[in-house]
């Protein structure tokens, strides 16, 4: 029998309830990475639920490429992206015999630790956040290495572009495109290296694709209403929640 038909009805709510927040993220609320790609993977597995994942965030991707497009700052892009495929590639290697608990725990203990490195840069105004450098390649290779094993790089890269204090705007159209190409580029990677995307994946994400949808829309509604301080606000709550759920979750 196939594994889509085997979930319940509470695993197909979960679902589509990852399947929305996939959406909100992709709009621009960013941060609640963790609490989607958690969800995923209490209902398919971990390993598994990477590639459901990855198809539903690259339709994300689309529709944010398309509505943010305008807004891109492919500067931040030219900087990131050689690091972030260079994560990747190591991610790809290294995955199959991580421990997955452990991982996700040095992840957390990472994020909140470049969390409090950016609130001390709040506090400290006259601190300088250079572009490149030892910041953007720290940030790029890790978020290269966390997107293949787990979907994570959002947390990486927000931190970036929150700490260089890029305009809401910019930072959604940057963003948006970053992840469009790194999540093409993984495609291949998940079929063939980790085998993780099939004619079964490709069924359960046309049931839940009306979702992500969905939650983009209502996303772009909220995003519309808040300033840019509000929304850098949210955006690192946001972030400061989710890796918090992740170094507790066993």
Same mark, same amino acid.
């Given at each position: 029998?196939?594994?889509?038909?085997?979930?319940?009805? !509470?695993?197909?709510? @979960?679902?589509?309830?990852?399947? @929305?927040?996939? #959406?909100?993220? =992709?709009?621009?609320? $960013? &941060?609640?990475?963790?609490?989607?790609?958690?969800?995923?993977?209490?209902?398919?597995? *971990? $390993?598994? *639920?990477?590639?459901?994942?990855?198809?539903?965030?690259?339709?994300?991707?689309?529709?944010?490429?398309?509505? !943010?497009?305008?807004?891109?700052?492919?500067? !931040?892009?030219?900087?990131?992206?050689?690091?972030?495929?260079?994560?990747?590639?190591?991610?790809?290697?290294?995955?199959?015999?991580?421990?997955?608990?452990?991982?996700? =725990?040095?992840?957390?203990?990472?994020?909140?630790?470049?969390?409090?490195?950016?609130?001390?840069?709040?506090?400290? =105004?006259?601190?300088?956040?250079?572009?490149?450098?030892?910041?953007?390649?720290?940030?790029?290779?890790?978020? &290269?290495?966390?997107?293949?094993?787990?979907?994570?790089?959002?947390?990486?890269?927000?931190?970036?572009?929150?700490?260089?204090?890029?305009?809401?705007?910019?930072?959604? #159209?940057?963003? *948006?495109?970053? @992840?469009?190409?790194?999540?093409?580029?993984?495609?291949?990677?998940?079929?063939?290296?980790?085998?993780?995307?099939?004619?079964?994946?490709?069924?359960?994400?046309?049931?839940?694709?009306?979702?992500?949808?969905?939650? @983009?829309?209502?996303?772009?509604?909220?995003?519309? $209403?808040?300033?840019?301080?509000?929304? $850098?606000?949210?955006?690192?709550?946001?972030?400061?929640?989710?890796?918090?759920?992740?170094?507790?979750?066993?």
């Amino acid at each position: 029998m196939e594994f889509i038909h085997s979930l319940t009805t !509470y695993q197909w709510v @979960f679902a589509l309830l990852g399947a @929305f927040l996939i #959406g909100i993220n =992709k709009s621009g609320l $960013r &941060g609640i990475d963790v609490a989607q790609v958690t969800i995923m993977a209490l209902v398919f597995g *971990s $390993r598994y *639920s990477t590639g459901i994942v990855l198809l539903l965030l690259c339709l994300g991707d689309a529709f944010a490429v398309f509505y !943010y497009h305008r807004d891109a700052q492919w500067r !931040y892009l030219k900087i990131l992206l050689p690091w972030i495929v260079l994560g990747i590639l190591i991610g790809v290697f290294v995955g199959r015999d991580l421990n997955e608990i452990i991982f996700r =725990k040095i992840m957390a203990v990472i994020v909140l630790s470049a969390i409090s490195l950016l609130l001390l840069f709040e506090y400290k =105004k006259n601190i300088h956040i250079p572009e490149k450098g030892w910041f953007s390649t720290s940030m790029g290779l890790t978020a &290269g290495i966390t997107t293949m094993l787990g979907n994570l790089a959002g947390a990486f890269s927000t931190l970036y572009f929150l700490a260089l204090k890029v305009p809401k705007t910019n930072f959604i #159209g940057t963003v *948006s495109w970053m @992840f469009f190409l790194i999540n093409l580029f993984k495609i291949p990677l998940q079929i063939f290296f980790w085998k993780n995307v099939s004619l079964e994946t490709l069924k359960i994400d046309l049931l839940l694709a009306p979702l992500v949808i969905i939650g @983009f829309l209502i996303g772009v509604q909220i995003v519309k $209403r808040l300033n840019n301080d509000h929304y $850098r606000k949210l955006i690192l709550i946001l972030t400061l929640i989710g890796c918090i759920a992740m170094l507790l979750k066993k």
